[in-house]
Structure formats: C-alpha cells, structure tokens
C-alpha cells in the first residue's frame, strides 16, 4: 500500500534532497508533499463526533499517491 510522503523531520533525507524531493513531488498526483496539517485534519474528522456513521474505512491521506500506478 503507497504512503504519501510528508514534510516531517523523519523525511528529512528526502525533503532537504534537492533531486529526492523533486522526484517525490512528481510521484504524488495533486503534485506536492504532505505536510504535518494535512494528515492531522484527516485525524480530527474520524474523531468528529458528527462523524460516527462512519466504519471500517480506510482513509487515504497520501496526495493521491495511493492511485497512481506504477509503471
């Protein structure tokens, strides 16, 4: 299963890459990285109390890495 990359300091190796972080860019298909916001906004709508009809889903946050093929 793709995991998006996200700007956090255990990404550091590939974020302050130059080249790395280029190419992960172009990986993702809405064309950047995460930051730390995008999967904390995903965290605190499954933890809305208005939220709880909601089972069993796998929520995606990844930039959209998670449908792109590989080639």
Do not use: F
């Amino acid at each position: 299963m793709p995991r998006g990359l996200v700007d956090t300091p255990l990404a550091a190796r590939i974020t302050s890459n130059e080249a790395a972080l280029k190419a992960s860019t172009a990986m993702h298909a809405l064309g950047r990285i995460g930051r730390a916001d995008d999967v904390a906004s995903g965290i605190l709508w499954l933890l809305d109390p208005e939220n709880n009809w909601v089972t069993g889903q796998i929520l995606g946050i990844d930039g959209g890495l998670g449908t792109v093929r590989s080639r």
